[in-house]
């Protein structure tokens, strides 16, 4: 199963579009498992130092927001 892990902060200003953007995804694939992770409330991994983060089955894909188009991308990616 493919899994997407998005860190966020409840300090981040970026970190509502981060919400915007996973829910959309959401739509687009249902099999996909999604994690929302606030670090105020997970353990963080050695490779999390910024947010929002996202870790596309156990790896980092984007360091901040990427595009909806390019996110998309790398979901179906690993979905094939």
Known sequence: ???LQVYIAADCWSCQETRRLVADMQLL???VSFELLDTAQ???PDY???VPTYVLNGR???LGNPTRAVLAQK???AQA
């Open 75 to 77: 979901l179906a990616a």
């Open 42 to 44: 997970t353990p963080l």
């Open 60 to 62: 980092v894909i984007s």
């Open 1 to 3: 199963m493919v899994t």
């Open 29 to 31: 694939f249902p099999d």
């Open 48 to 50: 999390v130092f910024a």
